[in-house]
């Protein structure tokens, strides 16, 4: 099935009277709408535009065309409701207006300008969602008034150089008036660490409604993983920017006070090195304080021993102290790898300026959906809470693991 509607009105019999569907698609190979009109319709229990597609390289185009006047009551489910499942799907949606689209009494989570649910099972060839260059002007949805979105198994994103006037939201919790957008695991590059500058990226060059008219959020295991909003049009710096280039080689002092020649300041700036040992990379903290943090991301071939190497005034050994001062969500993040660390005490820190504890989300971490070896040996280690009047996330997170060995290690005061 394919359908092309050019230069058409759809016109409802005002706000006093429901309707029922204008466009109903289901499993399309495409539907291309340009240069048409909505207007004056009253939805009650159902949609204006509803497409639905399982087809592999399937598409939809919604171009130049205008949303105007359109109420949902009882259970009316959204605008544009968007469904797709399968690989190489495109959706795009270009140059187009969403004007006076009201929520009246729905209260579906999916009530928005452009609802979109779309799983994209491949890797190599992700779903494609544009949504660029429209105008949400006076919409009001439940969670959000223009974009809701929610995203599963991967895509391609581009929400840019859209204008958001005066939208608003029925719903007082999560959510935000211009967009809500849920992504149901990490994609390609994406880290805990640089989540919200991605989805910065997606909506670069958007005109807000209001401050933080963006929501996002992002679950791991269908449990909330991060969460948060910003304004469209703001891009914060890459996370990843500032990391310490890599040098050749697999033992490595680490010394964040020294001159980054004879050893690495960074843990990170030694695993961007390369390292051709069967024994793999060896790290040796020289600090009595270290902060930084750490991401593995290494073969089965690559195995990773970190190791507190600290010493006092007398040369004295010492455990060394490991946490982060920035507002980092983990101090270790293991995606895949066979990581060892050995001598370390780990702790959290009260961040009076950014009023958080951190790590926020966990000290170790050890999961990632697009990877399945993981071992993780902790050994004569000490993970230190805040006392019983302050709490704290978790300590260690072991999810789908190989191995999982804790030998001579103390968890406190938590």
Not at 259 to 274: C, H, N, R, S
Not at 333 to 341: A, D, F, K, W
Not at 372 to 390: A, D, H, T, V
Request: with cysteine.
């Amino acid at each position: 099935r394919m359908l092309s509607l050019e230069s058409c009105i759809f016109k409802g019999l005002g706000s006093n009277q429901s309707v029922n569907k204008m466009i109903y698609a289901f499993n399309m190979k495409k539907l291309s709408i340009t240069q048409c009109t909505f207007q004056d319709a009253n939805f009650n229990a159902s949609y204006a535009v509803y497409y639905q597609s399982d087809y592999d390289n399937s598409e939809l185009i919604v171009e130049n065309s205008t949303f105007i006047n359109i109420s949902f009551s009882n259970s009316g489910r959204g605008n544009i409701y968007i469904d797709t499942y399968g690989y190489n799907q495109k959706i795009n949606i270009n140059g187009s207006t969403f004007e006076n689209i009201m929520m009246n009494g729905s209260y579906y989570s999916s009530t928005a300008a452009i609802h979109i649910s779309s799983s994209s099972y491949s890797q190599d060839e992700p779903n494609q969602i544009i949504i660029t260059n429209n105008k949400f002007v006076n919409n009001t949805g439940y969670q959000t008034g223009g974009i809701n979105g929610i995203f599963y198994d991967g895509g391609i994103f581009n929400f840019s150089s859209n204008e958001f006037s005066n939208n608003s939201r029925y719903y007082s919790g999560n959510g935000a008036n211009d967009a809500y957008v849920l992504f149901e695991r990490y994609f390609q590059d994406w880290t805990i660490d640089n989540v919200k500058y991605k989805i910065q990226q997606i909506f670069e060059d958007c005109t807000p409604s209001n401050k933080n008219n963006i929501f996002y959020e992002l679950r791991v295991n269908s449990q909330i993983e991060i969460s948060g909003q910003f304004t469209s049009g703001t891009v914060e710096q890459d996370p990843g920017e500032e990391l310490e280039p890599g040098t050749e080689g697999c033992i490595w002092n680490v010394n964040q006070t020294g001159d980054g020649i004879i050893a690495k300041k960074t843990i990170m700036g030694v695993l961007a090195g390369i390292c051709d040992e069967d024994e793999g990379y060896q790290i040796t903290l020289l600090n009595a304080l270290h902060y930084e943090s750490v991401i593995i991301n290494k073969p089965e071939t690559s195995p990773v021993f970190i190791k507190g190497g600290a010493k006092d005034e007398e040369e004295t050994s010492i455990r060394t102290i490991w946490g982060v001062n920035i507002s980092a969500a983990r101090t270790v993040t293991l995606l895949q790898g066979n990581l060892t660390i050995q001598n370390i005490e780990f702790i959290y820190i009260d961040d009076i300026q950014s009023e958080q504890i951190i790590p926020w989300n966990a000290i170790v971490y050890a999961y990632d959906p697009n990877f399945s070896y993981r071992m993780l040996s902790l050994e004569s280690c000490i993970f230190k809470g805040l006392g019983s009047n302050q709490s704290v996330n978790k300590m260690i997170y072991a999810f789908n693991m190989k191995k999982l060995s804790i030998t001579q290690c103390t968890f406190q005061d938590a």
